[in-house]
Structure formats: C-alpha cells, structure tokens
C-alpha cells in the first residue's frame, strides 16, 4: 500500500548536521503518524522520533530530544528528520516508519507501524 524510501544519509564529522528524507508513495499518507528509528552496529533497533499525521505533535528519544527535530510536508509526501549536533553514538542504520492504524497515535513502539523503509546509513566520525 505504501511505499517509503530513506535518503540524506552518509558519513558527517561528529558536531555536524544532517538531513533525513523519508518519501512515501503509493497513497497519500498524511493521515498517518510517521517515525523515525535506527539500528545502531550490534545494536537493538531504538524509537527515535515520531510526528503526527498532522504534524502537530511531536515525540522524541531521550537520547535525541534537542537535538533532532522531525517534521513531514503533506503536499510533497514525505518527512523529515533534521539532526544536529551529530555524535558517534547517533551512527546507525535510519528507518523511517509510518502507522496506518485508524486512530493511530504517536506511539514509540516498532510493532506499531505498518510500513518500513529500507534504511540510510549515517555515520558520525570523531
């Protein structure tokens, strides 16, 4: 039903910035909560950020919460995930995720969502 492809990723010096991309296609999915997770090397895949279909409300991972910023433009389809501030810690393979449960709510957990990425690599360096 729907289809969701990650870009922005690659390798940024640590103290940097960078910019996620998430574009869904095959229906419109702004009725939907959007996510954000990643799997870290040797890692459990961790919640990372989640936007509501309307963008109105926001939920961060503690360990990204002033950091990220995540935000999604309806007309274009897509979400964002803004990352700054960038450490060694945040390299991981980035998933974005979206929940297509009718009254679906910002939820933290992977289970939740319908629909997964394929991932885009970031890697932080020291």
């Known amino acids: 039903q729907v289809q969701l492809v990650e870009s922005g990723g690659g390798l940024v010096q640590a103290g940097g910035s960078l910019r996620l991309s998430c574009a869904a296609s095959?229906?419109?999915?702004?009725?939907?909560?959007m996510g954000w997770f990643r799997q870290g090397p040797g890692k459990e895949r961790e919640f990372v950020a989640v936007?509501?279909?309307?963008?109105?409300?926001?939920v961060y991972a503690d360990s990204v919460k002033a950091r990220f910023t995540i935000s999604r433009d309806n007309a274009k389809n897509t979400v964002y995930l803004q990352m700054n501030n960038l450490k060694s810690e945040d390299t991981a393979v980035y998933y974005c995720?979206?929940?297509?449960?009718?009254?679906?709510?910002?939820?933290?957990?992977?289970?939740?969502?319908?629909?997964w990425g394929q991932g885009t690599q970031v890697t932080v360096t020291s």
């Open positions: 995720a979206a929940d297509r449960t009718i009254f679906a709510t910002t939820s933290r957990k992977a289970d939740e969502y319908d629909y």
């Open positions: 936007i509501s279909g309307g963008g109105g409300s926001t």
């Open positions: 095959g229906r419109p999915v702004s009725r939907y909560p």
